[in-house]
């Protein structure tokens, strides 16, 4: 984007325009959570009493939450010393994502 002079200000004789200076505005987009749902089936056999349940892609085992979700809040913990409450918080008011207390981080 370009701003000019108005260059009806001077006298007119000798129009001359050189570029002085550049400014840089910048901003981030507005983050929010993509959640992706996965729903499990489980079947009950009446005639045997099994009840058989459909298992879990292995990334959803461990943890409810994707790789970028972890480098925030590993950066947050490990250089920015936040503490699990300053954690928590920090995605509720930026991102609106209300977590429970460490599940984040446990990978356990």
């Known amino acids: 984007m370009h701003h000019y002079l108005d260059p009806g200000l001077g006298c007119e004789a000798h129009l001359s325009a050189s570029f002085i200076s550049k400014l840089d505005k910048i901003d981030v987009k507005v983050i929010t959570p993509v959640v992706k749902r996965l729903r499990r089936t489980a079947m009950a056999y009446p005639s045997c009493g099994l009840r058989d349940t459909a298992d879990l892609p292995a990334e959803v085992v461990v943890?409810?939450?994707?790789?970028?979700?972890?480098?925030?809040?590993?950066?947050?913990?490990?250089?920015?010393?936040?503490?699990?409450?300053?954690?928590?918080?920090?995605f509720a008011d930026l991102i609106g994502l209300r977590v429970t207390q460490g599940t984040i981080i446990d990978t356990s």
């Not at 972890?70 to 947050?76: E, I, Q, R, S, W």
């Not at 409450?85 to 920090?90: P, T």
């Open 63 to 90: 943890t409810p939450f994707g790789p970028w979700l972890h480098v925030v809040a590993t950066y947050l913990t490990t250089f920015q010393a936040s503490s699990s409450e300053l954690l928590d918080a920090a």
